[in-house]
């Protein structure tokens, strides 16, 4: 038991590591971070935890349970960034010591399988990357394992449990993205005929009861929120609460999507190293016979019709594959642990290539200005680039050459380096890279002056749309006005103490106009301009011609 125990916490350590640099190294990333939080803090400063608000607009785009514990911890520790920006990121944690319960339950005659499984999917760089992140997904990737383990649960003897926890995680899962969440659950246990073989249940009418009393436990948890949030909203906000996050969001991804076939290269890239791991791609004899055991077919059973539904859907993201991560995990934990091959010393070859040629990057970024301004006049990279460490290559060259000389015999230690090699990547492109980026990104110094405006009573208006990457920054507790810019002037006529954000790369100094503010955000700099300034100057002031 002891040693069951010790890779699951050697996987939450490098988890947490990795999300300790993320605080460390990176600001909070607009538009998505920046939003989800100005969302938390309006629900805060106005009260009201039943419908959401984005800048003084009900907000029906997302459900309401990570803003919940935002708030809960901010109610018991006080406001701050550190904490919101940890709740999504302790759902990853959770996760990956879910991911060894599920592994138990499944493979109990190869316990190594969930010994492992664990230190494969944080060695994974899809969710390592998003683990330190406030993202949704990372919650549904909690919930999709806890609903799984009660199916897991119901099939092995504990029907009671197991629904009650199915019910538990499909509800929560929905206040967590949505109704996505039931396409998660849904396959496995509707599914089961196809995994169970042998070990059936005594009746598969009492099993579809189960998943059927499960369901409407879940919906009933979720439509408990939903249905008060949709009457205190208005019948515009209960509308697009109940079909904008399906039927809308299906007929809009066909307008602007990607191709069937975009996952296929997308997922060979982002489960880096294990695609890239020859191992996997051997023929093992020893191997054959985990294709017609259940826990292998139970993964399947999730991980192929969620993906077949992701593909035929238009719009993709990388992030919407995450909840399949665990139960990948599970399935190369048992084909090489189970196993214990490794194969040649050459079959991780790929992989070491491509930390050596990140790790050799890492060290010419310093001196690729020069190069480029010679081979392409006028090119130049970012600033940030320049400023990358080498001391992040000399890590990667070193790490990628001890993996050349390794001579590990188990695949266990195998897997462990691999996972390393990989964690050690994505803390490079956190210390060097983020943290060298940090001032390309980071709002705070453009939303203390937008807060010094509003503490002196100065309205204030956003040329276009206004995405909340100010209030939470700024602790803004009005609403900023959203116009175009063709409505400027009128605007500061009407507002003449008003301030007005606008975005443009070329120099304010060729009309002779100074900015109450200007920050370079992301090559396109943030600038602040008083009403008198855009009268005196036009509607010009405010367009960007540098783009």
């Known amino acids: 038991m002891k040693r069951l125990l010790a890779t699951p916490i050697q996987a939450v350590a490098l988890g947490a590591g990795l999300i300790v640099l993320g605080l460390m190294s990176r600001p909070l990333l607009p538009v998505d971070e920046t939003r989800y939080l100005a969302v938390a803090w309006e629900m805060w400063i106005r009260g009201d935890w039943l419908v959401l608000h984005l800048n003084g607009v009900p907000y029906h785009h997302k459900p309401p349970l990570l803003f919940w514990l935002i708030d809960l911890g901010w109610a018991l520790f006080g406001v701050s960034e550190i904490w919101a920006r940890l709740v999504a990121p302790l759902f990853g944690l959770g996760s990956l010591w879910l991911t060894a319960v599920l592994g138990r339950l ?95 249940p005594a009746s598969w009418g009492r099993w579809y009861c189960g998943v059927g009393l499960g369901v409407l436990g879940g919906a009933a948890l979720a439509l408990a929120w939903a249905v008060p949030a949709a009457f205190a909203g208005g019948p515009e906000y209960g509308r697009m609460l109940f079909l904008g996050q399906t039927t809308g969001r299906i007929v809009e991804s066909f307008q602007h999507g990607r191709p069937w076939w975009w996952y296929v290269p997308v997922t060979f890239a982002l489960l880096f190293p294990w695609t890239w791991w020859l191992v996997l791609y051997r023929r093992q004899p020893a191997a054959t016979g985990m294709w017609r055991e259940a826990g292998t077919r139970f993964c399947l059973c999730l991980i192929l019709p969620v993906f077949i539904s ?20 599970l399935v190369i934990g048992r084909r090489v642990v189970a196993t214990n091959t490794i194969g040649p010393r050459l079959a991780h070859l790929p992989a070491l290539l491509l930390v050596l ?26 600033p940030w680039i320049a400023a990358i460490s080498p001391w992040g290559g000399v890590v990667l060259v070193g790490a990628g050459l001890w993996l050349t000389f390794d001579r590990a015999r188990a695949a266990a230690t195998r897997i462990g380096m691999l996972a390393g090699m990989c964690i050690a990547l994505l803390a490079v492109v956190h210390l060097a890279g983020f943290a060298a980026a940090r001032p390309y990104y980071d709002l705070r110094a453009a939303a203390a002056a937008l807060r010094a405006a509003e ?19 700024g602790r803004l507790t009005k609403p900023i006005a959203e116009i175009a810019a063709y409505e400027a002037e009128d605007w500061a006529r009407r507002h003449p103490d008003g301030v007005i954000i606008t975005y443009r790369r070329d120099d304010p100094a060729t009309f002779g106009a100074a900015p109450l503010f200007r920050q370079v955000f992301r090559g396109r700099p943030v600038v602040l301009w008083e009403a008198a300034q855009v009268l005196a100057h036009g509607q010009a002031l405010v367009v960007d011609r540098g783009s």
Do not use: C
Not at 455 to 473: M, T
């Open 106 to 200: 499944l493979y109990a005659q190869h316990p190594r399988v969930a010994e492992t499984a664990p230190l494969i999917l944080i060695g994974t760089a899809l969710f390592a990357l998003f683990a330190t992140l406030t993202f949704f997904d990372t919650m549904i990737v909690f919930f999709t394992l806890l609903g799984l383990i009660g199916v897991a649960r119901a099939w092995r003897g504990r029907p009671l449990a197991g629904w009650l926890l199915f019910a538990l995680a499909l509800g929560l899962g929905v206040l967590s993205k949505g109704p996505v969440q039931l396409l998660h659950l849904a396959p496995v246990p509707l599914l089961a005929p196809l995994w169970m073989g042998r070990e059936r």
């Open 310 to 329: 992701f593909s035929a859907i238009s719009g993709k993201q990388p992030h919407y594959l995450l909840p399949l991560l665990p139960a990948v995990a």
């Open 357 to 382: 040629a990140a790790g050799l990057a890492f060290l010419a970024a310093p001196f690729a200005q020069d190069w480029l301004a010679r081979l392409r006049p006028g090119v130049s990279l970012p």
């Open 455 to 473: 503490v002196a009573g100065r309205p204030i208006a956003h040329v276009n749309d206004y995405e909340g990457q100010f209030h939470f920054l």
